[in-house]
């Protein structure tokens, strides 16, 4: 039988009061909103926390989705299900809809929230590859104030982030640039499971021609990885399977898988080469018109 070790709880009522929360209690408090990964961890004392702060009451401060014409706000507080079905989103930044489609199962969805998947800095995680590809930045929000990180700074190792005790992630801000598009692909073993290896692309286009490229890996190094050799050999470029193929050696290239259960090393290198070139494809088609 799974049973955490005994721990202290109380709900917050704002962001201020688990800030607040957070400063009295230090480095053994955490936040708790879906609770699907860190619960599981306190069951099998991989994660033995003497204060967990139930932040689920703070939908109205944490819980939105604001797309605007220049940026997208995402509260840290909202759920994958909203994610998943914002058809105002999915035409913004399609690749969102795509990686919420092979997240987990609909129990999860429903309970899990973008702040936690990417505050759990799992390196398979989908949420922070999407972010990355994005180019997003996190606001990161303590007694003294915010401060706005990049995905870069935001992730400093596995299981490791910016947010520091007495801190917490309030907001993911994305650019919104015109003439482009976005993708997400993943192998999993199983419907709903980690990623083998996935892959995001984001391509920006006027005519005919590649005005700018970003990719993101997840499960195929300590990170969620951007590549910005394969930003470099887009730009200016007209797509061509030549490109995609250039691409995904640079993705192979640049990756540093280890080899374990769910594979070996050049399989996942393998993975990483296929689904950069799949993701670029279906970007530059969703530009075009020409595919889903």
């Known amino acids: ?112 929230t973008l702040g936690g998947s990417l505050c759990q800095a799992d390196p398979s995680e989908d949420l922070s590859a999407v972010c990355t590809t994005l180019n997003a930045s996190c606001v990161i929000r303590s007694s003294d104030g915010e401060r706005v990180v990049t995905m870069d700074e935001f992730y400093r190792g596995p299981y490791e982030t910016a947010v520091e005790d007495g801190q917490i992630l309030t907001e993911v801000r994305i650019p919104v640039r015109p003439g482009g598009s976005s993708a997400y692909e993943k192998v999993e073993r199983r ?6 290896c996935s892959a995001g692309a984001a391509v920006w286009m006027d005519g005919s021609q590649i005005t700018d490229a970003r990719v993101g890996l997840a499960a195929v190094g300590p990170n969620t990885t951007g590549i910005p050799a394969i930003s470099d050999a887009l730009r200016g470029q007209q797509p061509s399977d ?51």
């Open 191 to 196: 419907a709903g499971d980690w990623a083998i």
């Open 1 to 112: 039988m799974q049973v955490p070790a005994p721990f202290e709880y109380e709900r917050a009522n704002s962001v201020d009061h688990a800030i607040a929360l957070l400063e009295q209690r230090g480095s053994e408090a955490r936040l708790v909103a879906g609770g699907h990964s860190l619960l599981p961890m306190m069951k099998l004392r991989l994660a033995n926390l003497e204060y967990l702060i139930d932040i689920n009451d703070l939908g109205t401060e944490l819980g939105y989705l604001r797309i605007g014409p220049d940026q997208v706000r995402i509260g840290a507080l909202t759920r994958h299900r909203d994610l998943l079905e914002s058809d105002e989103l999915a035409a913004t930044f399609p690749i969102f809809r795509d990686a919420e489609r092979v997240i987990a199962d609909p129990v999860v969805r429903n309970r899990g």
């Open 242 to 292: 030549e490109l995609y193929a250039q691409a995904g050696a640079i993705a192979a290239e640049h990756c540093s898988p280890a080899t374990d259960m769910r594979g070996s090393a050049d399989y996942k290198r393998h993975l990483a080469d296929e689904l950069t070139q799949r993701a670029l494809r279906r970007s530059v088609a969703r530009i075009t018109g020409e595919g889903a």
